[in-house]
């Protein structure tokens, strides 16, 4: 079974930073397309960032500056590193997985997904 656990989240006052690290496992499908996504109380799930199998990043536009997403696909294991944090990014942050060809940037595109790890700025 397709298995992604998420970790690294916690409550940080502005400013702070974290570093967020998502591991999966089960994964046969080779250097998959993975991303990371956050869900605030109310609001729907945005995309944060993507990596493809080549290692190629992409940004919501939203988030360029203060988040970077690090890892290799090849080997299930993707970061998020956050900076400047802001009350405004408190939510859930979730770790998924394409196992299909392409890199989307819709959450509904991405298949596997993790429990996700919460991250409270105040």
């Known amino acids: 079974d397709v298995q992604l656990v998420e970790s690294g989240g916690g409550s940080v006052g502005a400013e702070g930073s974290l570093r967020l690290t998502c591991v999966g496992s089960?994964?046969?499908?080779?250097?998959?397309?993975m991303g990371w996504f956050r869900q605030a109380p109310g609001k729907e799930r945005e995309r944060i960032a993507t990596m493809d199998g080549y290692g190629r990043t992409d940004y919501a536009p939203s988030v360029k500056g203060r988040f970077t997403i690090t890892g290799e696909t090849a080997k299930k294991v993707l970061y998020l590193q956050i900076d400047s944090l802001k009350p405004s990014d408190t939510a859930m942050y979730f770790c998924?997985?394409?196992?299909?060809?392409?890199?989307?940037?819709?959450?509904?595109?991405?298949?596997?997904w993790g429990q996700g790890t919460q991250v409270t700025v105040s």
């Open positions: 089960g994964i046969t499908y080779r250097d998959p397309c």
């Open positions: 998924a997985v394409r196992l299909n060809s392409g890199c989307p940037i819709l959450p509904r595109d991405f298949s596997e």
